[in-house]
């Protein structure tokens, strides 16, 4: 964002502080507000007025000096989401329980030490509460609709027994806290999908002990040239460089690569260094964003190959979606041949992952990579973790239930391509332009697609995604190897020949 950008959206917060401070002259604005932004206005307190702004559905109070926030809250009947992230908010408020609609709150990075989520209202689905100093969370269990709940960096040093009886969570953020075993809460919630648990002591030393048997040494910075940002997210920025890689040799050419820095120890799914052991013990794969290389100075850095023109085939999920992808940026529907290819890429990277004990922990598709080839590449090992062999059956089964869901996206974003080519044959536009099947060809299986084929490759993804989120025990639900298997099957019935798993 521009230095102009930043002061105009600055002088919007400012109206808005004064609209609330202004009462009783400015009543009609106050109540025609939705979304009101006091972030950054080193307010102690909320002022009484917010009570007047009937139709508020969003409140950002974040980055002030709060240290509770006011019962004239409990007034606003719409009122969704709440941001008090930044404050010195030392224990739940009281008045979250009686703010009726409350969906969303993020108490993230304030001075919570103790939980008891009575205080919490019933509807909640989404609780930030990310780097704070929790050491005891209660009650919990009674909050049946929550589906994302954020406790990385804190100080706990076990998740609450209760965990499982929260029947609708399906994401578990709780890395770099003082976990000495993987909690068996997290495998015994039914619905659990997506997991993060580096930066504990039950992970780090598996990782830790995997980075020193791997014996790879630094690559030396100096031969890096760092270019322009290309990318990144809240562990770091990636850059497109230029790298002077032994295999150069002896023609000293540079190679262009991306690199990606972190500038910090640890972000919201997990730990720099966690991240950085992960993409150096992990052997490279096809369908993976596979490290090149790495170093420790003059910051921790990964160097990855350069996907030229990387598109992400989803979007990330939105305050309305929660836990779901959203359509992909470009608006475009995705090829079912092509949703299908993308499945086979992501259980393949999945069952290599699992084969050395590591888990994802956020297999989605906004974290899925293709090129102008139509290759798909699973990147970003933010929330990545190693987990003993006796407890594959039950993290590998959670992570079944998230590759489901991927699936069940894909259905929907490829559907939206048979609605519209549907759309077109009844407009007078049966037959797809030669680019189109160009197109086709290059991104699906190996040909243009009949319609009997993409219903095909539908009906596939659907059968499968359903078996992969049942809810339940996890250790039930199938395996990536037997899931590449099925896929395989698929894939010959659409295409007709083998096609290999990798």
């Known amino acids: 964002m521009s230095a102009s950008s930043c002061d105009d959206k600055h002088d919007e917060q400012r109206r808005q502080l004064e609209l609330l401070t202004g009462y009783p002259g400015n009543s009609a604005d106050l109540a025609s507000l ?50 008090a992230t930044g404050n010195l908010i030392e224990t739940i408020p009281k008045v979250l329980k009686d703010i009726k609609a409350l969906t969303m709150i993020s108490l993230m990075r304030n001075s919570l030490t103790r939980v008891d989520c009575e205080d919490l209202p019933l509807g909640t689905q989404w609780l930030i509460m990310t780097s704070n100093k929790i050491s005891e969370i209660k009650n919990i269990g009674r909050l049946k609709k929550l589906q994302k709940c954020m406790l990385s960096h804190n100080q706990l040093k076990e998740l609450p027994p209760d965990l499982k009886e929260c029947s609708s969570l399906q994401m578990l953020r709780a890395a770099n806290n003082k976990l000495e075993t993987i909690p068996k809460e997290i495998y015994e919630a039914p619905r659990m999908a997506w997991i993060a648990l580096s930066g504990n002591p039950c992970t780090s030393k598996l990782a830790a002990k995997a980075e020193a048997k791997s014996g790879e040494g630094d690559i030396d910075f100096d031969k890096m040239s760092i270019g322009s940002v290309i990318g990144g997210g809240s562990g770091g920025k990636v850059y497109e460089a230029l790298w002077m890689s032994h295999d150069a040799q002896p023609k000293q050419q540079h190679k262009k690569v991306a690199v990606k820095l972190f500038p910090g120890g640890q972000f919201s799914d997990g730990t720099a260094k966690d991240e950085w052991m992960l993409n150096k013990v992990l052997p490279p794969h096809a369908n993976i964003l596979s490290s090149l290389g790495s170093f420790r100075e003059p910051k921790l850095g990964i160097i990855f190959e350069l996907i030229e023109g990387a598109t992400a085939i989803g979007g990330p999920p939105s305050f309305d979606t929660c836990t779901r992808d959203t359509s992909p940026k470009d608006g475009k529907a995705l090829e079912p041949q092509f949703a299908l290819k993308v499945a086979m890429a992501v259980c393949n990277a999945c069952r290599h992952l699992h084969k050395h004990n590591i888990t994802h922990g956020d297999v989605y598709l906004h974290n899925t990579l293709r090129d102008h080839a139509g290759d798909v590449k699973l990147s970003d090992f933010g929330a990545a973790f190693m987990y003993p062999e006796d407890l594959k059956p039950y993290i590998e089964g959670i992570e079944v239930r998230a590759f489901g869901w991927l699936l069940s996206d894909l259905l929907q974003f490829s559907s939206k391509r048979m609605t519209d080519l549907h759309s077109q044959k009844k407009a007078g536009g049966a037959e797809a332009s030669k680019e189109e099947k160009k197109k086709e060809m290059g991104e699906g299986l190996g040909r243009a697609s009949t319609n009997a084929d993409q219903k095909c490759c539908l009906h596939s993804l659907r059968r499968l995604a359903k078996q992969c989120t049942e809810d339940g025990d996890p250790s039930q639900l199938p395996t990536f190897e037997a899931l590449c298997k099925g896929l395989t099957v698929a894939a010959l019935t659409v295409v007709g020949k083998h096609v290999r798993n990798e």
Do not use: H, W, Y
């Not at 508020?56 to 719409?78: F, H, R």
């Open 34 to 83: 939705t979304s009101l932004d006091l972030r950054f206005m080193e307010m102690k307190q909320v002022p009484e007025a917010i009570s007047k702004c009937s139709n508020l559905v969003k409140l950002d109070v974040g980055c002030n000096k709060l240290t509770d926030l006011p019962q004239s809250l409990a007034k606003l009947p719409k009122l969704k989401i709440l941001f």
